[in-house]
T-cell receptor
C-alpha cells in the first residue's frame, strides 16, 4: 500500500498565485487532515474531514479551502498565495479520530511564496 | 490554555549512548499521548501511544513513560543508532475529536559516530 501520497513535494509560488496541494490515501480511512509545520513550531491543523462530503475548519483555516468528493482524495487549495503561507504542509489520515496506530502522514509539500 | 512543551529543543549524543526526551502538557481533558518520529523531509511516524491508565510502553529500543498526575511524559532511547537521528514530537489528544490534537515543537536528536 502507498499510504498517504502528497504532490508536489516542492513548489515556489509568486504572491497572489493559486495552487492546489494534492493528497490521496489508499487505506480507506474516513478521516483526513491538513497540517502546516512552520520552523520551530508544532503542527497546526488547517482543515479536516470526517468523510466524503464533510469538511470542517481547524485552527488556522484562513487563506485555504478544501473539498472531499471521494474517500481517497482531500485536496487543499490556496487561492491568493501570501508569504505567510510559506511552510511545509502535511496531509494525514486515520480510520477514526481515536486509533491505536495514530495518524498516517504523507511526506509533505514544501511551499515557498515569494 | 492547552499546550505541549518539549525539552530539550535539540540534543547531540554519541552512537550507542542512551538519551531521554521530555514532554510536559497542560491539555485537559486528556485522552492519550503519542510520540512520533519525524525523519528529515518526511512526515511523522507514530512510535507509541499511551492512555491515562498506562505508565510505560515500549517499542523496541524506545520506551515511553507517562505520569498523568504531573502531566509529564518521557521517551527513552536505548543504545542509540545513527538512524535515530530525527525530530521526536509529542502529541496530546484532548477530548476525542479530529481537531483536538496538540503538537509539541519537537526535539531534534542527532546521533554521531
Amino acid at each position: 500500500n502507498a499510504g498517504v501520497t502528497q504532490t508536489p513535494k516542492f513548489r515556489i509560488l509568486k504572491i497572489g498565485q493559486s495552487m492546489t496541494l494534492q493528497c490521496t490515501q489508499d487505506m480507506n480511512h474516513n478521516y483526513m487532515y491538513w497540517y502546516r509545520q512552520d520552523p520551530g513550531m508544532g503542527l497546526k491543523l488547517i482543515y479536516y474531514s470526517v468523510g466524503a462530503g464533510i469538511t470542517d475548519k481547524g485552527e488556522v483555516p484562513n487563506g485555504y479551502n478544501v473539498s472531499r468528493s471521494t474517500t481517497e482524495d482531500f485536496p487543499l487549495r490556496l487561492e491568493l498565495a501570501a508569504p505567510s503561507q510559506t511552510s511545509v504542509y502535511f496531509c494525514a489520515s486515520s480510520y477514526s479520530s481515536w486509533t491505536e496506530n495514530g495518524y498516517t502522514f504523507g511526506s509533505g509539500t514544501r511551499l515557498t511564496v515569494v | 490554555k492547552n499546550q505541549v512543551e518539549q525539552s530539550p529543543q535539540s540534543l547531540i549524543i554519541l552512537e550507542g549512548k542512551n538519551c531521554t526526551l521530555q514532554c510536559n502538557y497542560t491539555v485537559s481533558p486528556f485522552s492519550n499521548l503519542r510520540w512520533y518520529k519525524q525523519d528529515t523531509g518526511r512526515g511523522p511516524v507514530s512510535l507509541t501511544i499511551m492512555t491515562f491508565s498506562e505508565n510505560t510502553k515500549s517499542n523496541g529500543r524506545y520506551t515511553a513513560t507517562l505520569d498523568a498526575d504531573t502531566k509529564q511524559s518521557s521517551l527513552h532511547i536505548t543504545a542509540s543508532q545513527l538512524s535515530d537521528s530525527a525530530s521526536y514530537i509529542c502529541v496530546v489528544t484532548g477530548q476525542t475529536g479530529a481537531n483536538n490534537l496538540f503538537f509539541g515543537t519537537g526535539t531534534r536528536l542527532t546521533v554521531i559516530p
